[in-house]
């Protein structure tokens, strides 16, 4: 909150309970029973928080499927030195979510990227006990540990990377591009590098 004062920027959920209730340290009830974390209250901060780079309890999910897709094809394009490696797209099916996971769609208020990106989120809450799940990352983890029981809800759709160049080009087609799900300089930025790291493989990999 102080970084966010010091140069005027608005802070989603903001209220003067919950400064009173952070004015100082995390409050001891949530470290007393960490499953009452996050709660409702704090929502929509923590959503900023997830969207511009922090770790959180939230996983990212977007109502769109190819918005889905770009995210992963941007995540192996950035990461040559694991190329070619295959991609994931995960499917949630919330008729047959369980009290595992807690899915949220919240009002995008401040956040343009969760607005853009169509986003919504789940969390797991655990219990003291419970070390796997305290780590951001154990989240999708844990996903993938239980994706083969029908039990849960949810499955893994594994994209060879032959198809990373016509996927790329397919959602470019529908509009889905960095610029637009960052709807900001950084993302027109980003846009062009992609586009040009495509052109590159496209020329140096593929032959």
């Known amino acids: 909150m102080h970084y966010c004062d010091s140069i005027g920027l608005p802070i989603p959920g903001d209220s ?8 100082k ?7 007393d029973d ?7 209250p704090y929502y929509n901060m923590i ?4 969207h511009y780079g922090l770790p959180t309890r ?4 977007s109502e769109n499927p190819y918005i889905a897709v770009y995210f992963a094809l941007q995540d192996l394009l950035s990461k040559s030195e694991c190329w070619p490696l295959n991609i994931a797209v995960w499917i ?3 008729d047959q979510l369980g009290h595992e996971i807690n899915w949220k769609r919240l ?5 343009q990227n969760m607005l853009a990106q169509r986003g919504t989120f789940t969390f797991i809450r655990y219990h003291e006990k419970d070390e796997s799940l305290k780590e951001p990352t154990c989240h999708l983890a844990y996903l993938d540990k239980h994706c083969r029981n029908a039990i849960f809800p949810w499955k893994k759709i594994t994209i060879s990377s032959k ?33 040009r790291l495509v052109n590159y493989y496209n020329d140096n990999v593929l032959e």
């Open 47 to 50: 959503a900023l928080l997830q």
């Open 107 to 111: 009002p995008p208020y401040n956040n």
């Open 58 to 61: 939230f996983l990212d999910w």
């Open 163 to 195: 198809h990373v160049f016509e996927l790329f080009e397919y959602c470019i087609s529908y509009g889905i591009t960095y610029a637009a799900i960052f709807p900001d300089y950084r993302g027109v930025a980003e846009a062009v590098k992609y586009r």
């Open 25 to 31: 340290e995390i409050p001891q009830k949530y470290l």
């Open 34 to 40: 960490p499953y009452l974390w996050p709660a409702e």
């Open 92 to 94: 949630l099916d919330l």
């Open 16 to 23: 003067p309970k919950i400064r009173t209730e952070f004015s």
